[in-house]
């Protein structure tokens, strides 16, 4: 079968290298890759600004926050959510955001207010930019994580059910555990 110029390559038909670009490229091209791109780029902008300002001590926060969102961006790239069922990506991810936002919103008002370095400035002003990415970010995986578990809860209607019989089955056989 022959393809146009300009369009994409099967993934079946690729190479396994070609493959992990084209997982990438895909991944990428959806709104929570830019996200996470955008939080790494602008993490590791501000940890730029932070190295070359006098409030270094904040300079950690936006280190390990470039490299959680490159965690994320591979693995989600990877299919790794979908590969280890057993970590609660979404939620992870979720708290993740809000921790990283709360922190972000509060190192940038004090770099603005209380450095007066303009790299300093500078990195609060990105700061105040990436707190607004992750806001967004958080948005939109609260969404999916409210899907998931309303999936989950219509899933596991009968598992509830049989659940209640075994809970009912263990107090007849043990009917003083309660009196205790």
């Not at 965690?71 to 809000?98: H, Q």
């Amino acid at each position: 079968m022959e393809r146009c110029e300009g369009e994409d390559p099967d993934p079946a038909e690729a190479p396994p290298e070609a493959r992990l670009l084209l997982a990438f490229k895909a991944f990428l091209s959806s709104r929570k890759g830019l996200l996470l791109l955008a939080q790494a780029a602008l993490s590791f902008i501000i940890f730029i600004c932070y190295i070359a300002s006098t409030a270094t001590p904040f300079m950690m926060v936006p280190l390990l926050t470039f490299l959680l969102a490159l965690c994320f961006l591979v693995s989600y790239s990877l299919k790794l959510n979908e590969k280890f069922r057993g970590i609660y990506w979404l939620l992870g991810d979720f708290l993740c955001g809000i921790i990283a936002a709360i922190i972000y919103f509060a190192i940038s008002i004090a770099a603005v207010s209380k450095y007066t370095d303009t790299a300093s400035k500078a990195a609060g002003v990105f700061g105040f930019i990436t707190t607004i990415v992750y806001c967004a970010y958080v948005y939109f995986t609260f969404n999916d994580l409210a899907t998931f578990l309303k999936q989950e809860d219509s899933s596991e209607a009968p598992k509830s059910q049989k659940s209640e019989s075994r809970f009912e089955l263990f107090l007849h056989c043990y009917p003083n555990i309660l009196a205790i």
